[in-house]
């Protein structure tokens, strides 16, 4: 072997030695400086106790969450039911007064259906009074109802009461209906004017004392 090769191989020697000295210090300091960290007090493990508090902490602010869903979710169905139940409020208003409009329309088929009775043509009279006779249903048909009054009991929730007569009927009874009431789907629509019954005419006292007298003086 040359001295150049020797001097070469001495060389590479060297730096071998001197590459592995350095790594070993750097592992060294590698493991010195993990070492602090895991020992500095930020980085210090958390007791058991500790770690069970969180746990605690989490579940308890989970179940207020899932409350709070829930009550939301509850709010939040009570106003659809509330939105949907005032919509058929105002469309239910909204069809009654439409039909208060057309009650005029409804009344004069009685009349249209008697002046047809007058008609002589039988084929025209027929195709009249079937016309009316459908009209009048599809007034119906909607919830639309006359209602019954003579004899029935006065209520002020459906009657108005414009006269007080005396009449063979019991006191409280309709006598005379002045305008009829209608109904539409259970409500009143309008309110019947009537005439109610004040009772049986009762005779003047002085007139019974007057037949007694008579009486009497007969005997």
Do not use: W
């Amino acid at each position: 072997m040359t001295k150049t090769e020797t001097q070469k191989e001495d060389a590479a020697k060297n730096g071998n030695e001197f590459m592995q000295g350095k790594d070993a210090k750097d592992d060294a300091k590698g493991a010195a400086e993990r070492k602090d960290v895991k020992n500095s007090p930020g980085q210090k493990a958390e007791p058991p106790s500790s770690q069970h508090e969180k746990n605690d902490d989490t579940e308890k602010k989970l179940a207020e969450t899932n409350e709070r869903l829930l009550r939301l979710a509850a709010e939040f169905d009570n106003y659809k039911k509330r939105t949907a139940k005032e919509k058929e409020q105002i469309s239910a208003h909204s069809e009654a007064k439409f039909m208060l409009r057309l009650l005029s329309i409804y009344e004069e088929i009685a009349l249209a259906e008697k002046e047809c009775a007058k008609v002589k043509d039988a084929a025209v009279k027929h195709g009249a009074l079937l016309v009316l006779e459908k009209l009048r249903r599809a007034f119906e048909s909607e919830g639309l109802s006359e209602m019954k009054l003579e004899g029935a009991k006065f209520d002020p929730f459906l009657h108005e009461s414009a006269l007080r007569e005396e009449s063979e009927m019991p006191e409280g009874r309709i006598v005379r209906v002045i305008q009829k009431g209608y109904s539409f789907r259970g409500e009143v629509l309008r309110h019947a004017i009537v005439s109610v019954s004040a009772g049986k005419k009762q005779e003047k006292k002085e007139d019974v004392v007057d037949e007694k007298a008579e009486k009497k003086t007969e005997n």
